[in-house]
């Protein structure tokens, strides 16, 4: 797949939100630290992978994204499930007592 660098808009926005700035930075970061999928861009245009140069700390950033969600925990719910099993209980006590009032009658 080439790269369209002919008929492409690129837009660019101020952030405030230092939330937002800190995780920017950090997704930055690590995407820069990354030596093992990484690649350098010589001066005659060919590409030098990371891998090739010796580094102590192997940095895999793919893999640091997956195992390091940025996403906040969501809030814990109720599951469906108990409230479900909630409602129908209820349900089930209404008929049984509107079927022993009829009963009775």
């Not at 990354?34 to 350098?40: I, M, T």
């Not at 990371?50 to 640091?64: A, E, G, H, L, W």
């Not at 997956?66 to 409230?83: D, I, L, R, V, Y």
Request: include cysteine; aromatic fraction near 8%.
């Amino acid at each position: 797949m080439t790269r369209n660098l002919n008929r492409r808009i690129e837009i660019a926005c101020p952030i405030y939100d230092r939330e937002i700035i800190d995780k920017i930075k950090w997704i930055i970061s690590t995407q820069l630290d990354d030596n093992v999928k990484a690649s350098f861009v010589t001066s005659n245009g060919s590409y030098l992978r990371k891998t090739d140069i010796n580094y102590n700390v192997k940095t895999d950033s793919q893999q640091v994204f997956m195992e390091q969600s940025m996403h906040k925990k969501a809030p814990e719910f109720h599951t469906p499930e108990s409230n479900i099993h909630k409602i129908f209980s209820r349900i089930n006590l209404k008929l049984k007592i509107i079927f022993n009032k009829s009963e009775v009658k």
